[in-house]
């Protein structure tokens, strides 16, 4: 179905009409339609929050009927684009640099000391998974922390984060890496000295170098079991499992913690996922984390982390 061309921008009489108010059925069939895309739990009480949302995007189309909306989302190439720009809109990307600290002390004081002996030999590999990085802040901050500790150690080493988003929008300003001055407020003068460049518009863009070290790619994590993603020495997903179901949580921490090398770590938000067990995996305890370290392959070299 197309749009009404009648209501788009461009139009003198650009008609903004009221939304009809959404009835309990309707909230009901976005609700389970978001669940079953997305993962994500849409409560009663968010029902304003959704038409807001749908709002936002109906009047952009000129359409001002939610079922002739939510057909329209569902069919096509035009649906499907339409679909990814609502999902940015109702997803929450809430993010900020060294959001977790604790996270970044983890990393670098437990586990980036283990691999160094391996350096001598040769540059050591380290790829890290940032699940639902949103617009960047927290893939770039795990490179820079990864980055300025491996060169104090003086370290050779090779470092790829993949980060992976349901959000396209979110993707696309993480992979441009530019950044306000309120955004980076947070990060010490030698890391934006070292990372960042001034642009003409006094944003914040982080520097080439360390951009193609990250690399970001559309995911859904309920399609993660197919995504072509290898092992990982370092999973990071925070603040994106609340919103999902206590099954679908285990399910996905299940799913990381098969693409975990021997070894690893993996790297949840403080109480998102109670009581999981999986046994390839031990509890790793460090303040104020929820980490959890693979088990090291008995024929394997090192002895990993000691938890
Ligand atoms: C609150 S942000 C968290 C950002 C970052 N991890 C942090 O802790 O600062 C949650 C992110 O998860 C993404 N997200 C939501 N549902 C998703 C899904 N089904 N698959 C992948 N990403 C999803 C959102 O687009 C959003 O960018």
Redesign the pocket.
Known sequence: MKPNMEYLPGYEELVVKRLPQMEPEQFQQWAVLLKN????RLPDNRISFLVTNLGMRMRALGINNFQTYFDYVQNGREGAIEWDQL??HL??????FL??ESVLALICEKYLPLRHDECVASPVTINVW??????G??PYSIAMAVDDHMRQLNCQYYLGVTA????RS?LAHGRKGIYTRQQIKAIEPEWLNNYFTVTEDDKFQINEELRKRVCFNH??????GAAPIGKMDII?????L???DKEQRIDIANTLADHLQPGGLLIL?VGELLNWEHPDVTRFTYANTLAFKRQQNILDGHDGLDA
């Open positions: 895309r997305t993962g994500m999902v940015h997803t929450v990307h809430e993010t900020r959001r977790q940032s699940v639902g990085c949103s617009t802040e927290e992976s988003d349901i959000s979110a995911l859904n994590i309920l399609d993660i990071v997903c925070q603040n994106l609340i919103y999902f938000g």
